[in-house]
């Protein structure tokens, strides 16, 4: 079955490259060459995209606000393109939403490794869970809904942080090692930095903990992470 992808890039040469080799793998490809064709594009596929390649660097609207404002609305899949190096981008792009980046030149087998990866948690996502409804204190996830609330308040969360605090409260009261959160979240063939695990607990902290009275993440120093009601350290 062909994946569905919104290519977002004003540079011709690389479209056409981009384009050619996503369908040979398969994929339906859907063009945008500025931030703001992105956006309607996005409204216009809404319900049959599965993915969006997006370019840091647009015309009219950069990636960033155009990731700004997918992610009011939408969950989908957004993988970064960007030919900035620099760690305060790469941060900006994953606290904006993104789910993953690749730093132009880069090898298209490695785009596609990344992509791999983000259409498989997402299918993984959708198959029935044995649990409808995950509570710890008053967090609640609810999977039916893909809703997590707590103390009552909705909670946005991106698709990497909803799967990160999934398979936490699959696990309440254990604790997960980063080597296990990497290879359940992002697979095992993740070829980013390990640390990434780190910056995502950091999201989820500031979301779930950091306007709250008890605090339900905690670190296990040397050894990884646990999601208790009544951790002590």
Same mark, same amino acid.
């Given at each position: 079955?062909?994946?569905?992808?919104?290519?977002?890039?004003?540079?011709?040469?690389?479209?056409?490259?981009?384009?050619?080799?996503?369908?040979?793998?398969?994929?339906?490809?859907?063009? /945008?060459? *500025?931030?703001? $064709?992105?956006?309607?594009?996005? #409204?216009? %596929?809404?319900?049959? &995209?599965? @993915? !969006? +390649?997006?370019?840091?660097?647009?015309?009219?609207?950069?990636?960033?606000?155009?990731?700004?404002?997918?992610?009011?609305?939408?969950?989908?899949?957004?993988?970064?393109?960007?030919?900035?190096?620099?760690?305060?981008?790469?941060?900006?792009?994953?606290?904006?939403? /993104?789910? *993953?980046?690749? $730093?132009?030149?880069?090898?298209? #087998?490695? %785009?596609?490794?990344? &992509?791999? @990866? !983000? +259409?498989?948690?997402?299918?993984?996502?959708?198959?029935?869970?044995?649990?409808?409804?995950?509570?710890?204190?008053?967090?609640?996830?609810?999977?039916?809904?893909?809703?997590?609330?707590?103390?009552?308040?909705?909670?946005?969360?991106?698709?990497?942080?909803?799967?990160?605090?999934?398979?936490?409260?699959?696990?309440?009261?254990?604790?997960?090692?980063?080597?296990? &959160?990497?290879?359940?979240?992002?697979?095992?063939?993740?070829?980013?930095?390990?640390?990434?695990?780190?910056?995502?607990?950091?999201?989820?902290?500031?979301?779930?903990?950091?306007?709250?009275?008890?605090?339900?993440?905690?670190?296990?120093?040397?050894?990884?992470?646990?999601?208790?009601?009544?951790?002590?350290?």
């Amino acid at each position: 079955m062909s994946t569905t992808l919104l290519l977002v890039e004003d540079e011709e040469g690389l479209v056409d490259y981009l384009r050619t080799e996503l369908q040979f793998e398969d994929y339906t490809v859907y063009v /945008a060459n *500025d931030g703001k $064709t992105a956006l309607s594009t996005f #409204e216009n %596929l809404r319900g049959q &995209l599965d @993915v !969006i +390649l997006l370019d840091w660097m647009l015309p009219k609207l950069d990636g960033l606000e155009v990731l700004r404002r997918i992610r009011k609305t939408s969950d989908m899949p957004v993988v970064m393109m960007t030919a900035r190096d620099y760690v305060g981008d790469k941060v900006a792009g994953l606290d904006t939403g /993104a789910d *993953d980046y690749i $730093t132009k030149p880069f090898e298209i #087998e490695e %785009l596609l490794a990344r &992509l791999r @990866v !983000i +259409l498989r948690h997402k299918k993984t996502e959708t198959r029935p869970s044995q649990e409808s409804s995950y509570q710890i204190d008053d967090l609640i996830l609810n999977t039916k809904l893909r809703q997590v609330t707590r103390n009552n308040q909705i909670i946005q969360l991106t698709q990497r942080e909803y799967e990160l605090l999934l398979t936490l409260i699959q696990h309440s009261g254990e604790t997960m090692s980063r080597d296990d &959160l990497l290879n359940t979240v992002w697979g095992i063939d993740f070829e980013g930095q390990p640390n990434v695990v780190d910056v995502y607990i950091r999201y989820l902290r500031n979301k779930i903990d950091r306007d709250f009275g008890a605090k339900l993440i905690h670190t296990v120093r040397g050894v990884g992470y646990v999601l208790s009601a009544n951790y002590q350290s």
